[in-house]
């Protein structure tokens, strides 16, 4: 990735961790909460390395770990977990359609789900931990593929990131 390009990542990532943290909570239900980063690390899924990707999927994981006050890890694992699988089939499929973005998301979205609630019944036992889950997924899974849509119509969606 140029300098240009990871100059550009961090000032997104920075804009989306100040939005997600500071400016939705007042002005939206936790349920309707979208996940900015878990979005981007699609986006770099797709359309980046694995070299570069991998590490940045992690620490994006971890970012998401910090803000949302989870389990210090969990998010990272998971979005570690999802970049592997997506960057396994992504080869095989046309990255560049905004279809394939939306349902990757939305495909994401449903795997986080999945991987911490099977990761958090495994190292807690707080109960009614699944109900709690379970009621905030549908929202979230709409609210995510709607800011997956909306990334897609940006200019320059369909560009290529700058490899190095």
Do not use: H
């Not at 499929?93 to 349902?103: G, H, I, K, R, T």
């Amino acid at each position: 990735m140029s300098r240009r390009a990871s100059l550009l990542l961090l000032c997104i990532v920075v804009i989306s961790i100040v939005i997600q943290v500071a400016l939705i909570p007042v002005f939206v239900r936790p349920s309707f909460k979208p996940d900015l980063l878990l979005v981007i690390m699609v986006f770099i899924t797709l359309r980046g390395s694995l070299q570069v990707g991998a590490p940045i999927a992690w620490l994006l994981g971890l970012l998401d770990d910090v803000c949302s006050g989870l389990y210090l890890g969990l998010n990272a694992a998971t979005f570690l977990i999802s970049f592997i699988v997506i960057r396994s089939v992504s080869d095989r499929l046309y990255a560049d359609s905004a279809m394939l973005f939306v349902l990757t998301v939305a495909g994401v979205t449903l795997a986080e789900f999945t991987l911490n609630l099977l990761l958090m019944v495994m190292f807690t036992s707080s109960p009614g931990l699944a109900y709690s889950m379970f009621s905030d997924i549908f929202p979230r899974l709409l609210v995510n593929a709607f800011i997956a849509s909306v990334v897609s119509l940006f200019p320059g969606f369909d560009c290529q990131l700058e490899t190095s």
